[in-house]
């Protein structure tokens, strides 16, 4: 299990005695596992052309002796001034078509040939150096790629991209992107622009292609550093580090992840989810981020890595709050319970100046090992050390909630509806919720994963949509998939099109029923679905439906609707559909799929029965499931076991009722044959 | 009686089905009248040169052979890519100096020579084609015409409008806009640049000036774009598309209409009030409708277009809630109650594809005449069949509230008193609401219209008024007219310059008062004005009052200015005079309003007694009035009529009290012989 | 005693008869000193080279012939438009590095050869006519010295002043400002730019340094314009006015006043509360009123100038109150009381047009003598005509507060802690209120002036702090001294550096404890105090404290620190700390220092009993106290002087109870030997 985080030695090249004392406290903190390199390009190369790579060596030697591993980093992430100075091409120009200056990170143009060469040079070197060097385990590519750049390289490189897609036909790009609409048929390729502030930036079609577009240069700048890495270190593997967008900890929303996801060996991610905070309990967010490792895990469906996270605080939200004793090994728990195979922090050390120097880390300014905060991060060190056959396990699951990032761009960026009310990320917690209640395990998958692998399959706000995953979804249905799809669905195709006709033919199929108006509400606007024997408050949203061969299972109280269809389900061939209307609260969510639990006997991932607010998840061996128990309140908790389990901390077997305390953890094993 | 709306058929010309399609739902919505062409460059002229029009002659066709008409856009608001890429001087350039990219709407340089030719040769070729056929029944100029453009062209073309209108004189310009502060002073016309948050943006003269000129070369502009159809169809009426600005529904402010309405033949506008909202009643927003179309109506005293509306919702407002059943009509009906001759739409049918394609339309993307929407279309559609002798009346007002454009820039432009407080339209509304809710015909004039024509004028927060708008409010009182001002009147005359030596002896001879301070109150603050037998909440605004000859009406009851004058009456010759010295709530503007109503006598426009929140108006023809009965509220509401009237519907007479349910509207006629 | 103000005759020269009533209305409201020529250039300078002085010569003989004297102001606060057409240059290029166009003031380039030789020029010229003129007694240095600029010249300035900082050793610099984070190490030093939205911002050494920079060069640019000025009139003093920052009256933050008040001769100020807000009582803002003045009465240790306050309201906030009957008077005695010599306005006459015709004035549009305003100016007149005896008078304090403007910089810059919660001034305000309220002068000084002379010393949130300040304040405890300090202090060195290896051994030293960890707070967390008998609710930040040898004095209720230090105080050498843990109400502040007010037997500066929201101040000759009693509240007031004094306005002898009407202030006079 690894366990470390970033490390800056670059930093610190002036003060060995800073060095030597990193290498004593990495052994007191219990940590294997070090990401090095990230923004060292300037102490690599300090200028063009002359390399510097002693520092280096000399501190992969002495991690590796002191039993540590490297997880060694490319530098493209932050360039050296000399670097912008000479090759300004290499500076991004933004939206409104501002020519950047040097300074920051992640702001590089992904175009740039020059740049895509330094990277690659540098990149090769490195891969010279230390690609057999027995502490190297893994390549982390760039760090945290994100943003876009608008210069004449890009614009260029966007139209070939362009070209490529449309088979070089001008016309199929006006038609899919309906350019007729205010005149802004493209008469010839040179015309076409990246969307702008100071130009076009409501041609949904050009926005949507934009973003598939910056997505795939960003992958294709990726590709390119890589090729060294790939020809000289095959057997290493390749990440880089991904996000979660803040406060609700949503899939990262610039790059469509469920691509690059391909073009990685493991995904990683940077996790910073705001614990104690004032607007939501600790379980809510515990909820959230379960939700997010759900979908980075089933991207590859495998175990992924922790690459970055905090002991403490961060430096970066509105209120930097630490986290409380023992949140730090809670929530690192449960990043292995969704599938972590490592614990790694950003960073091991707070540097002295400049604007991360308050983001928490394992040393402090104290240099010391007897803070809290080390403390903290020792016991995660040992714990990790008793839990090694977790790594590599995986689990399964019956439930499947499908995250398209394409139709976030898409739902989003729509004219319609309500502008701030859209909430498609947040909406598919609020179907997660339910079961990471009831500790079912959900797989949060693409719209190019296998459906059948799943007994239910849950699809929210599915605005854009295409013929052929309609056709899979009907297909999941009519071969027993149980299919629940709400409001906001089957709207527009692949190039934001609505579909003509009404809805879906084979929509109408599936659900026996249609859409014929989506009813947008003011914040204040009241009304209430009743659904069996409840009455569940609706916002926002309100579908009014012609049902056809449907079930009505529930009815709208009040409006022009009321009495009518609200939620309805529907026998297709061998599986079975329901369709929510209207955007409900927590308490129908966790009714309707209560019941559906029921229906569909789904399981839980292990029998423990327990209070609102403890979360188990399992990680599963051949022969054993690692059943991991988190306790994600202010209060004591009882759970009881209903088969004996072993603690694979203490070692001592369980059984029957014990108590959690606040914020408590107990990982246990349990022959599975 | 014109019922259709914008049809766009370029977007379509791929699909002849769908253009079939309209050609049958057009008979069955009960629609006439298509206003076509509007956005269409791309399709007339593909390329530079290169036309096409036979797609429209087809349309021309098709919708007069299926008994409609044909309003014809010319295409100025969006022009062809090529356009923009060979000749970049028609790109905008924006406050910052920023050269806008090509995309978007309504951006032209409006003073680009280019533009100004190729629009009018599109114009040309328009008119040449279509001006003959009978099917053509107006000219639409542009669309939405707005913005403004800070190109060098535009800086030359303001220079020369400063020369024309200060006669050469440069230090009339200094002196205008008193430029001695800050040492402003111009020493060269070279040296005038527009207001820039880059440069100078603080001097009002500047300011004010820049106002007047952006509305001065729109004009130009239109009037350019008009030369060939003047020529050509010297006798089909030509409109351009006014607007409002959201959400209270005030006049559009960026252009003075006022001087706009001028050059129109008839005034048309586009009407999207936000019904249902969640922060006022129905009753409310319906006065704010009332207020505008009256505003609109009164530009030219004669009835108006209703160009644009939506039979649902539209797609571009924070929350896009639908109207609900009934509202259609009765939204419909208030319009033509106010003078419109049409009900138009935005939009024929939704679009594909693009920004807009969730906009309300008639035609939905089902294609079906069998949704809600389209049958409350129909409606309305059959109802106008029978109302066509209300074409082409209007009606007379003994009130009239004066709005001025140039007065709304200036205060809102003022640096002093509350910086968000100023509110002059909202203020109008407010003045507004007691004769609306009374049945009482009002006019809203602007200050170039003739005094005389009424019994009482209301000239609330005049704060820039002119000497010769003195005289002719004083001449107005003279000779026996009322006259109310309120709090910040007569503060600066038209070059924005405050009138030294105290207030405006004539206005001092008007109201035997003189306000000597005015105070500007914090949201919390609380006081309070006693008037007759009423205490009334002030907010924002108290006028401190030396009262000379006038009748002191009524008193602050705090602060260091308690027991003085707050409201005053006077006698001027044989007229007389109110000052209301602060902002009062709308319960005084109702006991004032109503006390003033009871001795000028002033009559509702129809006998008909109801209770709040029902709406009465009127369209006069030389022996019948056309009275329009509406329910704002969500309430069944009594109405009692006290002579015989004929439903124009149902043709049915009626008489004594009737029942209107909620949202329902009755329209009847009266013989005033 | 000065009273009088702004006079901006070149706006009216075409107005003989307004300038005449000028010279009337001046001796009707007892003022003497008028400060001209600010933004006069275009008047002076009309075309480069032509000069009209006549005008100016007029103005003079008639104010000096009238009984009045001149401060007159060099006019580079506004240039003329021909100065930016012929020399752009001039013009500043702002952080996004966008060039400026002419407009608006206070905005040029302060490192242009041009607009110095230009303004240096001007200002020769004036010293050459008016400095022997016998009205002429101080020069006025532009005006409000405020913002930067990017442009290439200052990029060129900034390089150069950065050389000479570092000694020409790029490492240094690098090290100081630790590029080696994000790969940011210069190469070379025409590689740095200044901070920029669209560049490099996140360095807090580059921003520390730019912003020193800023001082330096506006303090360079102001030494270019009085080099004329000193060479000709060696002995008129030369100031220039300083500002606050809005709206709680913090210090003006963008411009460290302490290094720039060693070059003034004289401090002057310009002063704006918002009197009669609705968020505040008006003794608060008259304890922040208190605060700031005695920081710029401290920061030369000598009485200042009030150089711009209003008679009545501004035109600037969002809300422009104008002062209720005897605030006028109140407000400015205030001022007197801490240390003015002057009661000086912006301005004399509101001007007719442009953006500050509605700021108060002594002389309003009426051009009257008879109004409200125009009185309370003359009985402010009158009055300081009786207390010429202050002029020159200052006062001892023996308490300290430490404000810093670097500080105030680099903990507003630094990431981490609360964002929006540092309000490092509002933090020493609140410290302040105790004394204020209980009438004991406090000195608020600068990290350079001497500590030794106070008997207590408090330095909240000192998180930069230099190793030689700490030296210092430990010879002030060591030597009898008594020091506070809070939370988030001793973080960073003086390039925003990280003390290493925990908290200062000097500061462990002084305060027997070290913090461990700073606990940041989201705002709706709840935690409390203990110290002695109370419970103070604690906000924002939390310190764990390890003691050592220090007493603890309070403990934290709850959270995981419940039960540990939150408040220490320590016994070193000599003298006494206290360490304040966390950010506490005012009611702890009121009880910590009342009690330490007993200790050190701290004495009020006059004994007079009174009740909340009167204040007492002093000014002291050396054989007579002058005593300001005020009452900062809306009702009566009893006080009551325990020994004999004479009203030094009324001439009558007092003692024992009196009653202070609303907002009433009596000036009494005491023999001190
Ligand atoms: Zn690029
Ligand atoms: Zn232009
Ligand atoms: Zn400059």
């Not at 986290?323 to 090994?329: A, E, F, I, T, V």
């Not at 540097?351 to 983001?359: A, I, L, T, V």
């Not at 947008?520 to 949203?541: A, C, H, I, Q, S």
Request: glycine share 6%; net charge negative; charged share 25%.
């Amino acid at each position: 299990m690894l366990h470390g985080g970033d490390y800056n030695p670059d930093q610190w090249l002036d003060r060995p005695d800073i060095l030597a004392d990193d290498i004593k406290l990495m052994k007191l903190s219990h940590t294997n596992t070090f990401s090095v390199g990230i923004f060292a390009w300037s102490a690599l190369e300090p200028e063009e052309g002359v390399y510097n790579f002693e520092w280096l060596d000399e501190i992969f030697e002495n991690i590796y002796k002191n039993g540590g591993r490297i997880i060694l980093a490319t530098p493209s992430g932050a360039r050296p001034a000399w670097l912008s100075q000479k090759y300004p091409e290499v500076l991004r120009v933004n939206a409104s078509r501002m020519k950047q200056l040097h300074g920051g990170r992640h702001n590089h143009c992904f175009s740039s040939e020059v740049y895509r060469e330094k990277t690659q040079n540098i990149n090769r070197l490195l891969a010279e150096r230390y690609g057999n060097h027995p502490g190297l385990i893994m390549w982390h590519i760039s760090n945290e790629y994100s943003g876009e750049c608008h210069c004449d390289q890009c614009q260029h490189a966007f139209r070939h991209w362009l070209k490529q897609k449309y088979d070089h036909d001008l016309k199929a790009l006006n038609d899919a992107w309906w350019t007729n609409f205010w005149s802004h048929t493209y008469s010839d390729w040179s015309q076409v622009e990246s969307p702008s502030p100071i130009g076009e930036n409501a041609v949904h079609g050009l926005n949507l292609d934009w973003r598939r577009f910056v997505t795939d240069q960003t992958i294709s700048f990726f590709e390119n550093e890589i090729v060294p890495l790939k020809e000289m270190t095959p057997n290493i593997p390749i990440t880089t580090n991904f996000m979660a967008d803040t406060f609700d900890l949503i899939p990262f929303q610039a790059l469509d992840y469920s691509k690059f996801a391909k073009h990685l060996d493991v995904i990683s991610w940077d996790a910073y989810p705001a614990w104690h905070n004032d607007w939501e309990s600790t379980a809510d967010l515990a909820m959230k981020v379960g939700f997010i490792n759900d979908l980075y895990r089933s991207l590859k469906q495998q175990p992924f890595l922790l690459m970055e996270s905090t002991p403490s605080g961060v430096n970066w939200h509105d209120v930097n709050k630490t986290k409380r004793p023992g949140m730090h090994l809670l929530s690192s728990m449960q990043m292995l319970a969704h599938g972590s195979d490592s614990i790694l922090y950003f960073q091991w050390r707070k540097s002295r100046g400049s604007s991360e120097k308050f983001h928490g880390a394992v040393v402090d300014h104290d240099n010391s090992s007897e803070n809290r905060v080390f403390k903290e991060v020792a016991k995660v060190g040992e714990t990790l050390e008793k839990l090694s056959e977790v790594v590599g396990t995986n689990r399964t699951s019956d439930v499947a909630i499908l995250y398209d990032w394409e139709n976030n761009w898409a739902i989003n960026d729509a004219q319609g509806f309500g502008m701030k009310t859209k909430r498609y990320p947040q909406t598919l917690q609020q179907h997660y919720r339910t079961f990471w209640e009831k500790d079912i395990s959900v797989d949060v998958i693409t719209k190019e994963q296998d459906f059948a692998a799943y007994k239910l399959l849950i699809v929210p706000m599915l605005y854009l949509v295409s013929e052929e995953t309609i056709s899979r979804l009907k297909a999941f249905v009519a071969s027993g998939g149980t299919l629940v799809m709400t409001y906001i669905s089957g709207i527009v195709n692949e190039h934001d099109l609505t579909y003509m006709g009404g809805w879906h033919k084979d929509l109408q199929e599936i659900f026996g029923m249609k859409p014929v108006e989506t009813d947008t509400l003011f914040p204040n606007d009241k009304n209430f679905v009743t659904f069996r024997n409840g009455t569940y408050e609706l916002k926002d949203y309100a579908t009014v439906i012609e049902s056809n061969t449907a079930n009505i299972e529930g009815v709208y109280q009040d409006d022009f609707y009321a009495n009518t269809p609200a939620i309805t389900s529907h026998q297709y061939e061998s599986g079975k559909s329901y369709y929510i209307g209207a955007r409900l609260d927590d308490q129908f969510h966790q009714d309707f799929y209560s019941e559906l639990i029921k229906d569909l006997s789904l399981e839980p991932v292990f029998p423990v029965t327990h209070g609102k607010g403890v979360s188990v998840q399992v990680r599963q061996a051949p022969e054993h499931d690692y059943i991991f128990v988190m306790n994600f309140t202010e209060e004591k908790q009882q759970v009881s076991f209903e088969t004996k389990v072993t603690d694979m901390v203490t070692g001592e077997d369980l059984t029957g009722e014990i108590t959690l305390d606040k914020y408590e953890v107990r990982i246990v094993e349990k022959s599975t044959n």
